[in-house]
């Protein structure tokens, strides 16, 4: 049993490791093998950062494990969720240009970027505790783990681009189907977060899973904090 858990605990650093080299992330077995173990580093990664949002404040007299639980789901499903709802209108994209035979090495690229991205929110993780036993506010939570969110977003661009090249390489579309890709994965996520909240739950309210009024538009909040503001 410990040798097995040690394999596997091998294998999945190993694929860490690789995904964030850029470098090929070919598997033992069928091709399939390495998407599922992506989507197994996704959701480990992406899990455990959840739990730590959902830690806050992080005191021994107001820590809720309820939280931290409902956070470490709801982190994956998020990027899961809108990688499934954004995968259709990609797909007949690539079909459409006439790329649609790697569409394969396509969807591993962009769930390879979406692993990284939970990587980095990991090594992220030790700097949201901190702010949080520093004494942070609940909007300023928020503010934390959308910076967080952020950071890791962004330095996770450069290891698309270096995963895409070799299609790139193949054919130029898939320079302006990468950039498609974020546009569609960017307008999905902003309302299936809005959809998922809370994430971080207010010390104030009584935990859920669910926020009661869920299903708004996250767009038209936005306009309508903005039209309030100005």
């Known amino acids: 049993m410990r040798g ?4 596997i605990a091998d294998q999945g650093l190993g694929l860490a490791d690789r995904i964030l080299r850029g470098l090929p992330m070919t598997m033992d077995g069928s091709p399939g093998r390495s998407v599922a173990w992506i989507v197994i580093l996704l959701v480990t990664c992406g899990g455990t950062y959840g739990a730590v ?19 470490g789901l709801k982190v994956p499903m998020l990027l899961l969720l809108t990688f499934a709802l954004s995968v259709p209108s990609f797909y007949v994209a690539n079909m459409l240009l006439g790329v649609g035979g790697d569409f394969f090495l396509v969807i591993r690229a962009v769930l390879a970027t979406q692993a990284a991205l939970t990587i980095a ?9 901190f702010l949080y036993i520093s004494g942070v506010s609940y909007e300023q939570a928020l503010l934390v783990n959308s910076a967080m969110f952020g950071t890791a977003s962004l330095s996770v661009q450069p290891l698309l681009r270096r995963q895409y090249r070799f299609l790139i390489d193949k054919n130029r579309w898939h320079v302006w189907l990468m ?27 009584p935990t859920q899973f669910f926020r009661d009024e869920a299903w708004g538009n996250a767009y038209l909040v936005v306009w309508e904090l903005i039209v309030g503001f100005v």
């Open 53 to 71: 949002m959902g830690c806050f404040p992080l005191t021994w007299e107001s820590i809720r494990p309820l939280q931290m639980l409902y956070s």
């Open 121 to 129: 929110l990991v090594a992220l993780a030790p700097l949201t505790m």
């Open 179 to 205: 950039h498609a890709w974020l546009v569609i994965y960017a307008f999905v996520g902003i309302q299936m977060g809005w959809v998922l909240r809370p994430f971080i739950g207010s010390p104030s309210t």
């Open 4 to 7: 097995s858990l040690l394999l």
